[in-house]
């Protein structure tokens, strides 16, 4: 399969610990995005990639919250003591080019984040 | 900011019935809309789209049309199946600076039975 794949699908950190999520685009998209998704509610924009760059990384909700792309494929997402706020699915997707263009990005099937 | 507004679900509806799905939105100028669909298990799919006022996207019996009048793109389909049993997102491109991504909404439930 070649779509974008998201390790590990589930976690369970206790209050304080660090979590590292990784995502593996489809090969060749040169954006990718992470979102976080709350119980009930819709996707939230965390940051986005453009290759290796980092141009928006607005919505990370704080200083904990840490996205890198470095060699502009695979993508980790790393939260710095954990609280139990960060609880929810975090989903990356990735896009041949700029959503702009098509807006149609490709999603994986998240990673569940239960903090405790 | 930009942002979607979706109906609040589940939505519940025997097979073959009527679809409707609400969306609005709030945005500056005139963005493109989407509506994004989760099947049980699986990752968030583009259903369809419409990047201009009057534009309507289709797909796989779904429609919907861009209303710049009324800020609104409902989602509709005629027929429903157990198949479509799914959360649907109605979302829109918003810009910042340079980059652009996608705003959802909080996503609506469809339950469908026989």
């Known amino acids: 399969g070649a779509g974008v794949s998201q390790s590990p699908r589930y976690k369970v950190a206790k209050r304080g610990q660090d979590v590292a999520l990784r995502c593996d685009p489809i090969?060749?998209?040169?954006?990718l995005f992470w979102y976080q998704q709350a119980l009930g509610q819709g996707p939230e924009f965390l940051t986005y990639?453009?290759?290796?760059?980092?141009?928006?990384k607005s919505g990370l909700p704080s200083d904990r919250f840490f996205a890198e792309r470095p060699e502009g494929s695979v993508s980790t997402l790393k939260i710095q003591r954990t609280q139990q706020e960060d609880s929810a699915v975090y989903l990356c997707?990735?896009?041949?080019?700029?959503?702009?263009?098509?807006?149609?990005?490709?999603f994986g099937e998240g990673s569940r984040l239960t903090v405790l | 900011g930009d942002s979607v507004t979706q109906m609040e679900g589940p939505v519940t509806l025997s097979e073959e019935a009527f679809l409707t799905i609400n969306c609005t939105y709030t945005a500056t100028g005139y963005p493109s809309l989407f509506w994004y669909v989760q099947y049980p298990g699986e990752g968030l799919q583009l259903l369809l789209k419409?990047?201009?006022?009057?534009d309507k996207g289709s797909n796989k019996g779904f429609e919907a049309t861009y209303r710049k009048e009324t800020t609104s793109f409902h989602l509709e389909k005629g027929s429903v199946q157990v198949s479509d049993s799914a959360v649907y997102f109605c979302?829109?491109?918003?810009?910042?600076?340079?980059?652009?991504?996608?705003?959802f909404g909080t996503g609506t439930r469809l339950q469908v039975t026989l």
């Open positions: 997707a990735s896009s041949p080019s700029g959503v702009a263009n098509t807006g149609e990005l490709f």
């Open positions: 090969s060749g998209h040169v954006s």
């Open positions: 990639f453009q290759n290796e760059a980092q141009l928006d």
């Open positions: 419409a990047t201009k006022a009057d």
């Open positions: 979302a829109l491109i918003s810009r910042s600076g340079t980059a652009s991504k996608l705003t």
